[in-house]
Nanobody, 125 residues
Framework: QVQLVESGGGLVQAGGSLRLSCAAS????????MGWFRQAPGKEREFVAA????????DYADSVKGRYTISRDNAKGTVYLQMNSLKPEDAAVYYC??????????????????WGQGTQVTVSS
């Protein structure tokens, strides 16, 4: 089993930055792809970013491309999401997830096997 715990959420003004972390425990996730998703009230969970097992390949939703950066430190079992130039529409609960399937690149929540509990991001205008 894999346990994922997100942290780093909070309240930030529009234009500000936050860095989310996702710490994995239990089975190692160093050979899993990892993703970040978000869900705003009344909306479906949507893909934000993903990274392959080595960190050498990434994928971003168009809405965050150029503002967000996903990275990972396999030695620490941690995945990060650096969020810059935040907008009010970025506000949501952010979830990290682990994908042990192939291909690694997936924007579909059902292809991810493990999920964290989420961390709230609030952006004030």
């Amino acid at each position: 089993q894999v346990q994922l715990v997100e942290s780093g959420g909070g309240l930030v003004q529009a234009g500000g930055s936050l860095r989310l972390s996702c710490a994995a425990s239990g089975r190692t996730v160093s050979n899993y792809a990892m993703g970040w998703f978000r869900q705003a009230p009344g909306k479906e969970r949507e893909f934000v970013a993903a990274i392959n097992w080595s960190g050498g390949s990434t994928d971003y939703a168009d809405s965050v491309k150029g503002r967000y950066t996903i990275s990972r430190d396999n030695a620490k079992g941690t995945v990060y999401l650096q969020m810059n130039s935040l907008k009010p529409e970025d506000a949501a609960v952010y979830y990290c997830a682990a994908n042990r399937r192939s291909p690694w690149q997936s924007r579909t929540p059902t292809r991810y096997d493990y999920w964290g509990q989420g961390t709230q991001v609030t952006v004030s205008s």
